[in-house]
């Protein structure tokens, strides 16, 4: 398969998604190839110190670059030879089986929605983040996709990262929560009780009910449904918890205690690591009819070789066919 | 004054109620009295062992009790003589001047709704919450009380939680910010949007634009406005990351170095501290006309005891004086 890279897109760019695309060489399968997508003169650079990089990845020049900041869709428009736009044109006519990026989330969203057809029975695609937890790992869908949701969308991004959470994460039967504000049926937005019927109603998916934000660390789920606004809010006041929260207290662990400084951050990163967003391989945007990996602006080199391995791992275990196989017969169902 | 506390609400009733109420004896200002209501046979029990408790508290008799689990609105037609409920009514025709429960945050809100008129010009009362963050306490506005929002809802959150933490938190001129899912303007949902509008057109807020929900511990508001299911999922996903996350963490560290096991707990303590919700008196719901003050069901006497502060500060700031007046000529200038 062909593998697209953004090299364009992240806070450390083009050095890391680049740095990434030469890592990746283990995950790949016989056959096959990355493309980094972005700057020929920069990325060359870049692979100077790498002799033989043509063994396993090509480049496909793309000047121009949507920053952070701009309109999504503006953006698209007004820069149809950006990285993220190529990327998508290449995908949506077979170039490519798959695209990665750590640029702009919202363009690279919109490049997927707008280029690829959506997946057979899916109504809206939705973001699904892993977020490492002590007792594992969870998905949480949607995290920023789709902020007007319907019942219906919900209740597929039950399905869907159901899918998901057995085929990457390993989950035998995930547990999927509904997020509400409590755990009883009474409680929450009207959205929320006529999903909690549909997901009720699904004897496929492992329903286990509302859940509450405390639970995403609870071990209760493996699966958080949720529409994009809150699970955007979520994952974002995650981050902010790891990042400030824990350096704060290892800091004033460490002027409690400055003989040991060395071993507390010794300890410490050892659990960092389960936190560490960068091991998760960059979050899918389920429900297109393609493979579309989303990786953290933030992401380093380790991040876009992990979402290389989550690429291939999607691909050998049909996601994309298992997830359309079950809306199919579910909208029989119903 | 005259303070009341349900003395059955929460894990750890009646014991910490009382304990509370004992504790609280040194926040009374000359001629203040607490009311503790419960069942009266417990709550002597409880007294037993300080002799001069009458100097201070007094006992209302209130036999039934509204569980965690129950329906709010059903639970308090069907128990008129539950603490919440007779707490309510005391507050609505003057017997009380403040009423503080760790019990159930529906019974207790809706009672307060009920019983209570609204403050004046407030349109729906929000749940405000203290959040300990290493920056200082940010204030975030409502987490729970209404999940049905509109724009002049969350526009009132934003004067009535600025007024809270001037008044209670001690902030000059509270930073004000809109929780959204991005910073720009253009993002959001329809409800962000009609209610930034809101928000910067009123000059005697510090509206200082929409943030994110990692910016709740990055130092960039004093003030995070919200709707209650956001907020609710805000709240708890911090409790679980607090607790799930940090123990997880310390317990880490220990394992790595057993011998330090004492050093690191005793470390670890002082930096809970800040984290501590026991230590910032429970949540106020802004926009009743009277002094509520929702406690954590797992909060202990210091909780209870803080809480007792906080309604003696919100009553000698004025603070729902305060609210009203912006209020008015806010329904003025619009």
Known sequence: MRIGIDAMGGDHAPAEPVAGALAAREMLKEGDRIVLIGDEKAIREKLAATPNWAEWIEICHAPENIGMDESPVVALRQKPNSSIAVMAEMQ??????????????????????????RLRGAHRPGIAVVAPTFHG??????????????????????????????????????????????????????????????????????????VEGRDVFGGVVDVMVTEGFVGNVMLKLMEGMAGGVMKS??????????????????????????????????????????????CHGASDYRAIKNAVRV????????????????????????
């Open 92 to 117: 949506a006519d077979g170039r490519l089986d798959a695209g990665i990026s750590a640029g702009s989330t919202g363009a690279f969203v919109a490049a997927s929605q707008m280029r690829l057809r």
């Open 311 to 334: 690429v291939e791992e999607y691909s050998r275990q049909q996601v994309n066919e298992q997830i359309a196989e079950l809306l199919a017969d579910g909208a029989e169902a119903q």
């Open 249 to 294: 207290m290892l800091k004033e662990l460490v002027s409690e205690m400055p003989q040991l400084a060395e071993k507390v951050m010794r300890a410490a990163k050892a659990v960092a690591v389960r936190y560490d967003y960068n091991e998760y391989g960059g979050a899918p945007l389920l429900g297109v009819g393609g493979i579309s990996i989303i």
């Open 137 to 210: 790992p969870v998905v949480i869908c949607d995290v920023g996709a789709n902020v007007n949701c319907r019942p219906t969308h919900l209740y597929q991004y039950g399905v869907m990262a159901s899918v998901y959470s057995k085929s990457i994460c390993g989950i035998k039967n995930p547990r999927v929560g509904l997020l509400s504000i409590g755990e009883e049926d009474a409680k929450g937005t009207d959205l929320v009780k006529q999903t909690r019927a549909l997901l009720k109603a699904d004897k496929r998916i492992n329903y286990i009910g509302n």
